[in-house]
């Protein structure tokens, strides 16, 4: 019989695995995110594939060209502030706050003047708004 004590040993924590681990994880985020600056973007807008355009009842286009002028389902508006938008699109909708306003802006038109008719339509109690766009079939022509 052996009466001798035996010596145990201390459990060690073998952390090359979960460095490893970690070099892997390191290397997939770093090929996975993308580095791109704001000025360097270069967009083409609109442009988009979408099912053939419905037709609504209630709707009302309006579009802004690339001047910044504005036209109500294809009547040129004589002023561009924000007070007559707003009020030409309060008596051009005849279906109430139920009208679809579908706003056909030209892709070189200033973001502004979108932004313009979304606050006119605001004012005007109208807040279903959607955008017109073309295929990217036709965006060349």
């Known amino acids: 019989m052996n009466f001798r004590r035996r010596h145990q040993e201390e459990p060690e924590i073998n952390l090359i695995p979960f460095i490893d681990v970690l070099l892997v994880v390191l290397i997939f985020l770093m090929l996975s995110t993308t580095y791109s600056k704001f000025t360097e973007l270069q967009l083409k807008l609109p442009v988009a594939d979408a099912d053939a355009q419905r037709d609504y009842p209630k709707e009302l286009i309006v579009a802004v060209s690339a001047d910044g002028a504005y036209s109500i389902n294809r009547q040129l508006l004589a002023g561009r502030s924000l007070d007559s938008l ?3 699109l ?19 038109a200033r973001h502004q003047a979108v932004v ?6 605001r004012r005007a109690g109208l807040n279903q708004i959607t955008f017109a766009t073309q295929s990217s079939g036709n965006a060349g022509k």
């Open 86 to 88: 707003s009020a030409a």
């Open 90 to 108: 309060t008596e051009n909708a005849k279906a109430g706050k139920d009208t679809v306003i579908i706003i056909s802006a030209d892709a070189s």
């Open 116 to 121: 313009t008719v979304m606050e006119a339509a």
